[in-house]
């Protein structure tokens, strides 16, 4: 997944807990970036009219960065359920995290083929547990010993 | 979360070594599958780039496998994954020899990609592994020209078709 495709996953995020528009802090936060770092972007994702961005605000996303966040979002489920069903990581969401800008879309859609994803996916992620809402309710009746 | 493609630690190079198991794995099966639903007597040439592409996939998954136990690691089983394919094939197979060509096109340039990054992201990184770094490097390096080479193949059959 490429860093703009991190970015839009982010904000879509951050936007969804906040219920409104995304503050560069918080989509910094989310990324363990600086805000300078994240304020850079947001303006390129701008200039692609992918996000929207308003003064002490914060940022949008337009309907086509939505589309494109939600792509990354399925995907980056994809790879959170294959490390979790397939590979058996207990770590999923951190290893998630560290793998996935390793893992190009086309790489996710062939692990695709072998795990068992939900038909509301991506809307099924549940951004305050980090993972999709199946996901951790199976770690929670089967929690690690 | 973390911004960027580097490889840092032993433990993801071994996860995505493993990644690269199951992909090709996944490869192997499929072709397996193809090659047995379809009736590839009529299509000499199909049938021989499935059971090619098959071969090599276990040839690739061989050489990773080296590279997993050096780094202290455990390989994905390829029992595993075939079975796993199996339970979704029947959702995701190809409906004609057109399907199963364009399916090994994307096993193809999706194993070229996968390795392309996954060298791109060791290069971007200092780190060193407990495993030989030029080694790994050759290794996927090795299986990228192969997977180019099969890209470049399937690509030539679909044109004469």
């Known amino acids: 997944m490429n860093t703009a495709d991190q970015y839009l996953k982010a904000i879509y995020l951050v936007q969804e807990t906040e219920d409104g528009p995304a503050s560069t802090g918080a989509v910094a936060d989310a990324l363990d970036v600086s805000p300078a770092s994240a304020n850079e972007m947001i303006g390129k994702l701008e200039e692609r009219g992918l996000a929207e961005h308003e003064k002490y605000k914060g940022v949008s996303l337009t309907d086509e960065g939505i589309v494109r966040a939600r792509e990354a979002l399925s995907n980056y489920c994809i790879i959170e359920r294959f490390l979790a069903n397939v590979l058996e990581v207990e770590e999923f969401r951190a290893e998630a995290r560290s793998l996935e800008a390793v893992i190009d879309d086309t790489v996710a859609e062939r692990l695709d083929t072998i795990i068992d994803r939900s038909s509301e996916c991506p809307d099924c992620f549940d951004a305050e547990t980090d993972a999709c809402k199946y996901l951790a309710e199976v770690e929670s009746e089967n929690p690690a010993d | ?161």
Do not use: W
């Open chain 2, 1 to 161: 979360m973390s911004v960027g493609q580097r490889v840092t630690s032993d433990h993801q190079l071994a996860r995505l070594l493993q990644i690269g198991v199951v992909l090709e794995e996944v490869v192997e099966a499929r072709s397996t599958q193809h090659h047995r639903e379809m009736d590839v007597d009529v299509d000499a040439e199909l049938g021989a780039l499935l059971r090619h592409a098959a071969e090599e996939s276990a040839d690739h998954r061989d050489r990773l496998e080296d590279l997993i136990g050096e780094l202290d690691a455990d390989s994905v089983s390829y029992e595993e994954i075939e079975a796993l394919v199996e339970a979704q094939y029947g959702n995701t197979k190809p409906e004609d020899f057109d399907g199963v060509l364009y399916d090994q096109l994307c096993n193809e340039e999706t194993a070229y990609k996968f390795y392309d990054d996954l060298i791109e992201a060791i290069e971007g990184s200092d780190s060193t592994f407990s495993v030989d770094r030029d080694r790994v490097l050759d290794t996927l390096r090795g299986i990228r020209a192969e997977e180019e080479e099969g890209v470049e193949e399937v690509t030539a059959i679909m044109e004469r078709r």
